[in-house]
Nanobody, 120 residues
Framework: QVQLVESGGGLVQAGGSLRLSCVASGSIFSINAMGWYRQAPGNQRELVANITSGGSRNYADSVKGRFTISRDYTKNTVYLQMNSLKPEDTAVYYC??????????????WGQGTQVTVSS
């Protein structure tokens, strides 16, 4: 099995910064893409940013220029640096990984989520 565990959420004032981390562990052969999604109350879960095994990055328009996704391939960890936070960034943030496992299989795994609250 594979587990993804997020950390780094919390309460911050508008204009502030937070850094989220997500560590993948378990029967991992390799990880393709890793990313961050978020879901605010009453809204659908949406992509925030993702990064492929080759390092290509993709961002939602709403976070471009403010958020940066990065990855430590040796530690199976993905980070999300969030700057200039806005109240509309308030949501539960979920880590996602597309993981190749032992025995051979590929599946999408999710973390449990971490709350980010931005006060105005």
């Amino acid at each position: 099995q594979v587990q993804l565990v997020e950390s780094g959420g919390g309460l911050v004032q508008a204009g502030g910064s937070l850094r989220l981390s997500c560590v993948a562990s378990g029967s991992i052969f390799s990880i393709n893409a890793m990313g961050w999604y978020r879901q605010a109350p009453g809204n659908q879960r949406e992509l925030v940013a993702n990064i492929t095994s080759g390092g290509s990055r993709n961002y939602a328009d709403s976070v471009k220029g403010r958020f940066t996704i990065s990855r430590d391939y040796t530690k199976n960890t993905v980070y999300l640096q969030m700057n200039s936070l806005k109240p509309e960034d308030t949501a539960v943030y979920y880590c996602q990984g597309i993981v190749h496992t032992h025995p051979p299989s590929v599946d999408v795994y999710w973390g449990q989520g971490t709350q980010v609250t931005v006060s105005s």
